[in-house]
């Protein structure tokens, strides 16, 4: 394996969750996926998400809860899937690979008994996105250390990466990464620092339960406030925080991706009016570039930003972990409305 510390993107993780306000509601969630057979196994999903609305006098209470557990097979492809609240169609996945496309045929399936802004949906949408970096841990660990070098130029043998330079801001043709990869035949391994507690000792409504992190474990993790807005007005104020970690084999939890966002939304028009993202954590130096995106979002309809990321945000100005984070917006009107009530 491969290691480049000098060409590390920002190391700045973020230390502890802001107290959750009066006047808000907090939407957290997380998918852990364990290989607890071997690298090469089953991977085995375990998804969680709650939503607390916390008054104007500080009195919280939990106001929905989704629990989600899948096996994937090694190619991806879905095994088994159950889910509390119980949804009878998830059966209809079973076989679909979780990747490109998985996403379209998720809502076909799930559509008029799972919601969009629902916390099911949130983590059925989700499970693409976290299942693919969910493969760090194979690489970390060596798990391809057997596998014959990607192709770099005409007529080298082993897995075909050639095509996928401009993918985003790290996959830039001429970034770090790619440079690499043509210079000598290895893909690199990025390595972040440790990951704090994210968990407040004062709060236990803070974050939602989650099941340790096993050996060789991915985390995904999401926090989004979504605060009401002053007497009269009709924005909203949101605060999102997006976490990728690892656990290596002694169980050391190290953080993969981090980004913070900012913003208000305005329901009146059901768009976002203003929105800002910080790199707190990001594998390679070409990695931030695709922070300058943030901003372009700024207008959406709410009701149309995931599919819009999904088909606007691509290339090398762009971040496949900050775009999950920008879609998971769509979700702020679902928690103003549930705010309200």
């Not at 043709?173 to 000792?201: F, N, Q, Y």
């Not at 570039?289 to 606007?312: F, Q, T």
Request: negative net charge; contains cysteine; charged residues 20%.
């Amino acid at each position: 394996m491969d290691f480049l510390p000098e060409a590390a993107g920002p190391h700045d993780p973020v230390l502890t969750t802001q107290e959750r306000p009066a006047g808000s509601i907090r939407r957290t969630a997380n998918i852990d996926t364990a290989r607890p057979g071997s690298l090469h196994a089953d991977a085995v999903v375990d998804a969680r998400a709650r939503d607390v609305r916390t008054d104007a006098g500080g009195h919280s209470r939990v106001v929905a809860e989704a629990h989600l557990v899948a096996t994937l097979s090694p190619t991806r492809q879905l095994l088994s899937i159950r889910a509390t609240p119980a949804l009878d169609v998830l059966d209809q996945l079973l076989g679909a690979s979780v990747g490109s496309g998985f996403r379209s045929r998720m809502g076909e399936v799930v559509a008029g008994s799972c919601p969009e802004g629902s916390l099911l949906y949130l983590l059925l949408d989700d499970l693409p996105g976290a299942t693919l970096v969910s493969g760090y841990a194979v690489h970390r660990a060596g798990g391809f250390d057997d596998v014959p070098p990607p192709v770099v130029s005409a007529g080298t043998a082993g897995p075909d990466v050639s095509g996928r330079g401009d993918l985003c801001a790290g996959w830039a043709s001429d970034a770090t990464m790619m440079v690499h990869i043509r210079k000598t035949g290895s893909i690199p391994v990025p390595l972040g620092p440790p990951a704090p507690a994210l968990e407040l000792a004062d709060d236990p409504l803070s974050w939602h339960a989650m099941a340790p992190l096993g050996p060789h474990s991915v985390r995904r993790r999401r926090r989004l406030d979504v605060m009401a807005p002053a007497p009269g007005a009709t924005v909203h104020a949101f605060d999102l925080h997006f976490r990728d970690s690892h656990a290596d084999e002694a169980g050391d939890e190290t953080i993969m991706h981090e980004y913070t966002v900012r913003g208000t939304a305005d329901l009146a028009t059901g768009r976002i009016v203003t929105v800002s993202a910080q790199a707190q954590v990001l594998p390679w130096l070409e990695c931030p570039n695709a922070v300058a995106s943030a901003p372009r979002i700024a207008g959406m309809d709410l009701a149309a930003l995931r599919p819009r990321v999904r088909k606007e945000f691509v290339g090398r100005t762009t971040c496949t972990h900050l775009n999950d984070s920008l879609r998971s917006l769509g979700d702020v009107a679902a928690l103003a409305r549930e705010l309200e009530a």
